[in-house]
C-alpha cells in the first residue's frame, strides 16, 4: 500500500522561506508523477506545482500564483518529493497536501499546515 507522510509545515512570517517534504513508501517511487496541492478555507483544493516520472523527464509545472517562488524537486534515492517555498505571503496559507499519480491512482498525503504572517 502506498503511503505519503508530509512535513515541514509551520507559521512564518511574509517574505520567509518553508521546505516541505513528502515520504513516500510501499511502491516504486521512480514512477509516479508527484504534485503539491493546497487547500485554503473556503476553497477548493488547487494543484500548486508538479514533477513527472523519471521515465517522462522529470519536467515541472507551476501554479501562476507560485512562479518564481515555489520549487518542486524529487530525490528518486530517498522516495521524497520537496517544494521550496520563497518569498511567502499571506495568500500562501493553506493546508498542503502531497500526490502520487500513476495510471490514474491517486494517493494522498494527510496533509500539513502552512501560514503565512502579515
Known amino acids: 500500500q502506498v503511503q505519503l507522510v508530509e512535513s515541514g509545515g509551520g507559521l512564518v512570517q511574509a517574505g520567509g522561506s518553508l521546505r516541505l517534504s513528502c515520504a513516500v513508501s510501499g511502491s516504486i517511487f521512480s514512477v509516479y508523477a508527484m504534485g503539491w496541492y493546497r487547500q485554503a478555507p473556503g476553497k477548493q483544493r488547487e494543484l500548486v506545482a508538479a514533477i513527472r516520472s523519471v521515465g517522462s523527464g522529470q519536467g515541472t509545472n507551476y501554479a501562476d500564483s507560485v512562479k518564481g517562488r515555489f520549487t518542486i524537486s524529487r530525490d528518486n534515492a530517498k522516495n521524497t518529493v520537496y517544494l521550496q517555498m520563497n518569498s511567502l505571503k499571506p495568500e500562501d496559507t493553506a493546508v498542503y497536501y502531497c500526490?502520487?499519480?500513476?495510471?490514474?491512482?491517486?494517493?494522498w498525503g494527510q496533509g500539513t499546515q502552512v501560514t503565512v504572517s502579515s
Open positions: 500526490n502520487a499519480m500513476y495510471f490514474g491512482n491517486n494517493y
